[in-house]
């Protein structure tokens, strides 16, 4: 429920407010990293690549789903 979402925003927010900008600076290197190698901000750059830069960020942006295209799209991650 979208009052939920709110609630935990507000309250994720406001620790990350509370941490100082060393400590967030630190999250977001983190969260970038995670995001640009999950299923889907592979297939976002794969999709860039194709369609050109500007078009893939309409497309991102469109509140269209994504997830399913990227589970086809990407090759599964090579194991140790």
Not at 51 to 63: N, T, Y
Request: no cysteine; glycine share 8%; proline share 8%.
């Amino acid at each position: 429920p979208k009052n939920q979402l709110m609630m935990h925003k507000l309250m994720i927010n406001g620790a990350i407010d509370n941490m100082g900008l060393n400590s967030t600076q630190h999250m977001a290197t983190l969260f970038d990293g995670i995001t640009r190698h999950s299923p889907e901000g592979l297939w976002w750059k794969e999709r860039a690549e194709q369609v050109g830069f500007l078009k893939a960020v309409q497309e991102r942006d469109s509140g269209e789903p994504i997830a399913a295209q990227a589970e086809k799209s990407v090759p599964p991650l090579p194991r140790d």
